[in-house]
């Protein structure tokens, strides 16, 4: 088995990393040929699942689940409420990590970086290719909600389906949709034969990669 060693960048004339850790496979120079592979087509959309990091408000870290709506080969697309504390997050400071783990696969992959609004028309694309359940808790999914009693809550719901049955309500105006442009790209790949070990990728000024071979 080759284990990547060392380090280097992706300028042209630079020898790739020898391996993913695990197979012998020669690895991609550039991060997001290799997440790709990882990550699902943009058909799939969405999912999987993965943690969103960032930097609350009162400067803690904060961190909560959401779906991985699309990987577009550059950018790493989520959605959420334009309410919620994660928005407010990253209107304050516009930088997350996303980590996404796959246990059958044994692998993890960590992604940080600068977070952006996406185009209205990235947003109604996403809102459309989620699931009838999850757009229809898109409109309903509200502070007043969330404070009432179980059956209220059930008594609402079912209301909302009756009143938007074969309407196409498109997404409300609290959908909001954002879009993590890498800076580092952590990929750990486990091993029952052999020690974990991560490939990390830094961009650098200019846009080419930097990357080095970490213990798991
Ligand atoms: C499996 C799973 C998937 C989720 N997907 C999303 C999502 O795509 N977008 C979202 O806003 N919240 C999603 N949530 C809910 C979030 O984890 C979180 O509770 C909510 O967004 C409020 O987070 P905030 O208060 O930190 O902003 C998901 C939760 C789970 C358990």
Do not use: C, I
Request: hydrophobic share 45%.
């Amino acid at each position: 088995m080759t284990v990547p060693r060392g380090a280097g960048v992706s300028d042209p004339g630079t020898p790739a990393p020898a391996s993913d850790g695990v197979d012998d496979a020669p690895v991609p120079t550039d991060p997001l040929v290799l997440a790709a592979s990882w990550l699902p087509a943009a058909a799939d959309a969405p999912g999987p699942t993965m943690t969103l990091s960032t930097v609350g408000l009162d400067g803690y870290p904060d961190a909560r689940t959401v779906l991985l709506s699309l990987f577009d080969g550059e950018r790493l697309h989520f959605h959420t409420d334009s309410r919620s504390r994660k928005a407010a997050e990253l209107a304050a400071v516009p930088r997350a990590a996303v980590t996404l783990h796959w246990p059958e696969a044994a692998r993890q992959l960590v992604v940080v970086g600068d977070v952006a609004p996406v185009s209205d028309h990235e947003a109604r694309a996403a809102y459309a290719a989620r699931t009838p359940y999850l757009q229809a808790l898109a409109w309903v999914n509200d502070h007043a909600s969330a404070a009432d009693t179980p059956a209220r809550r059930r008594k609402a719901w079912a209301a909302f389906g009756r009143e938007r049955a074969g309407t196409d309500l498109g997404p409300p105006s609290t959908w909001a949709g954002f879009a993590l442009t890498p800076v580092r790209m952590v990929f750990w790949r486990g091993a029952t034969d052999a020690a974990s070990n991560r490939l990390a990728y830094h961009r650098r000024a200019g846009g080419s990669w930097s990357w080095e071979s970490w213990p798991g």
